[in-house]
């Protein structure tokens, strides 16, 4: 279930911001953070939020309440370049940057499935075998203490 947001017109830097506010959180709690949020992207967030719920409404089946934001991605987007005159007819370059992001939801139940490594499982019976009498040390002879005369 995801949303995707292409050419906004902020710094990917700035838009990161905000996006990790609400990752990892329930769609609600999410929402809320964003309607009393003072950043300019917090407003773009909130719409791509209600369409990510949207389309796992009419697409999934899926209730708004059983949603949380797995995850937030902002990529870099189109770099507009603009110069700006300066002193003894120079001119020096200014970067409009845009930002694409990305929005994932999934349902609370659900969880990445873990896999095994079967080679650490082989390694962990080989590490229990028996050890054998030749490779037994003796124990060392604690090391006597100097005495010195006053």
Do not use: C, W
């Not at 999934?60 to 902002?74: T, Y």
């Not at 870099?76 to 970067?95: C, D, E, H, Q, T």
């Amino acid at each position: 279930m995801k949303a995707s947001l292409k050419n906004y017109r902020q710094s990917p830097r700035k838009v990161r911001l905000v996006a990790d506010l609400i990752k990892g959180k329930s769609v609600e709690a999410a929402d809320q953070e964003l309607s009393f949020l003072v950043k300019r992207a917090a407003l773009p967030f909130q719409k791509l939020l209600a369409s990510a719920v949207a389309n796992a409404r009419q697409n999934f089946g899926v209730e708004k309440d059983n949603l949380i934001v797995s995850d937030v991605r902002v990529d870099k987007g189109v770099v507009l370049k603009r110069f700006m005159p300066r002193a003894m007819g120079r001119a020096s370059r200014i970067n409009k940057r845009s930002s694409h992001v990305l929005l994932v939801l999934s349902e609370k139940g659900t969880k990445k499935s873990e896999t095994r490594n079967p080679k650490s499982e082989t390694k962990a019976k080989t590490e229990k075998a028996p050890k054998s009498k030749s490779t037994v040390t003796k124990a060392k002879k604690p090391a006597k203490k100097l005495e010195t005369k006053n």
